[in-house]
Structure formats: C-alpha cells, structure tokens
C-alpha cells in the first residue's frame, strides 16, 4: 500500500514539476521576446510565470 501512495506522489510532483518548467519557459521566451536577452531577470521570468 505505501509503495501504490509513494508512487502516486511521485506522478503528481513529477506533473507539477512539468508544469512549472513549461510556465517558466513560456514566461522566458516572452520577456525575452519583449525586452531582449540581456534585458529579462530570472525574477522577472518568475513573476511572469508566477513561480
């Protein structure tokens, strides 16, 4: 029974992980869209993305 929950714990952070990776990348590629690549901080990705 642990093994089944320690398993489905697994997925589930491993979902949110995915999740939070694709939000960042979405949020980088449109700030350095906007404001260049010398002009975007990794805080301002995160507020975009809301990580």
């Not at 999740?19 to 449109?30: G, I």
């Not at 901080?41 to 507020?47: D, E, K, P």
Request: aromatic share 4%; glycine share 6%; charged share 30%.
């Amino acid at each position: 029974m642990e093994k089944q929950s320690r398993a489905k714990r697994q997925q589930r952070e491993a979902t949110t992980a995915e999740q939070t990776r694709a939000a960042l990348v979405h949020a980088a590629l449109k700030l350095f869209g906007r404001q260049g690549f010398d002009g975007t901080s990794t805080r301002q990705i995160a507020a975009e993305a809301k990580a």
